[in-house]
C-alpha cells in the first residue's frame, strides 16, 4: 500500500524556520528517492529538492543553501528543513517518491500526499 503523510507545516514569519516531515510506507522508502514539490497559487508545481536512497541531494537554486532534505531510513521518513524563508516560500508542500536519472534528473511517480501548508509572512 502506497503511502505519503505529510506535516510539519504552519505561519511563520519571513527570516524564520520550519521542518516538515513526510512518512512513507516502508515499500516506497526502501527502494525510491524521495523528493519535496511545492506549489503556490497559480503556479505550477515546482521541485523543491530531492534525495537518493543513498543520500545524494539535489536543491532547486531558489533554495540553494536555505533549505536542507535529508532522510531517515530507520523510521522511512524524508525531512525538509527550511531556514531563512521568505514570502515566496508561501505553498502547499508535497513529497513524493520517484527515480533519480543521469545523477540529478528527478522523475516523481504520480503519487501525492495530502500536501502541508507554508506561509511565510513578510
Known amino acids: 500500500q502506497v503511502q505519503l503523510v505529510e506535516s510539519g507545516g504552519g505561519l511563520v514569519q519571513a527570516g524564520g524556520s520550519l521542518r516538515l516531515s513526510c512518512v512513507a510506507s516502508r515499500s516506497i522508502f526502501s527502494t525510491y528517492a524521495m523528493g519535496w514539490y511545492r506549489q503556490a497559487p497559480g503556479k505550477q508545481r515546482e521541485l523543491v529538492a530531492h534525495?537518493?536512497?543513498?543520500?545524494?541531494?539535489n536543491y532547486h537554486d531558489s533554495v540553494k543553501g536555505r533549505f536542507i532534505i535529508s532522510r531517515d531510513n530507520d523510521k522511512n521518513t524524508v525531512y525538509l528543513q527550511m531556514n531563512s524563508l521568505k514570502p515566496e516560500d508561501t505553498a502547499d508542500y508535497y513529497c513524493s517518491f520517484g527515480v533519480v536519472v543521469g545523477g540529478s534528473n528527478y522523475f516523481p511517480h504520480n503519487y501525492w500526499g495530502q500536501g502541508t501548508q507554508v506561509t511565510v509572512s513578510s
Open positions: 534525495i537518493t536512497s543513498g543520500g545524494s541531494t
